[in-house]
């Protein structure tokens, strides 16, 4: 079965952390860029983090930089998103894509096509 799923999200408490995985099954995601975006209630789509297919290269937000990190095993066919010191307004469905081109290494020029249903994190204050 070809899908992208999302996992790790939950509540959790100001302050704290939780580790996102984006795992694959029927497409690889090593040769590709993959991405992390949010959308919170009300707002639009933000791009959170993105990652090179190699992992050389990463992306933040400025409002994640510090405290989220994209790491990438390739072995494992999954990505994920290390967030540490978590703040109420990151509270959103969060998403993992994969680029439609492989091998791409210029991150902003990611082009994104295949989405995971997503994961919900709430944090409260």
């Known amino acids: 079965q070809v899908q992208l799923v999302e996992s790790g999200g939950g509540l959790v408490q100001t302050g704290g952390s939780l580790r996102l995985s984006c795992a694959a099954s029927?497409?690889?995601?090593?040769?590709?860029?993959v991405g992390w975006f949010r959308r919170a209630p009300g707002k639009e789509r933000e791009l959170v983090a993105t990652?090179?297919?190699?992992?050389?290269?990463?992306y933040a937000a400025e409002s994640v930089k510090g405290r989220f990190t994209i790491s990438r095993d390739n072995a494992k066919n999954t990505v994920y998103l290390q967030m540490n010191s978590l703040k109420p307004e990151d509270t959103a469905v969060y998403y993992c894509?994969?680029?439609?081109?492989?091998?791409?290494?210029?991150?902003?020029?990611?082009?994104?096509?295949?989405w995971g249903q997503g994961t919900q994190v709430t944090v409260s204050s």
């Open positions: 894509a994969r680029d439609r081109i492989p091998y791409r290494t210029v991150l902003h020029e990611g082009e994104y096509d295949w």
């Open positions: 029927g497409r690889t995601l090593s040769t590709y860029i």
């Open positions: 990652i090179s297919w190699n992992g050389i290269s990463v």
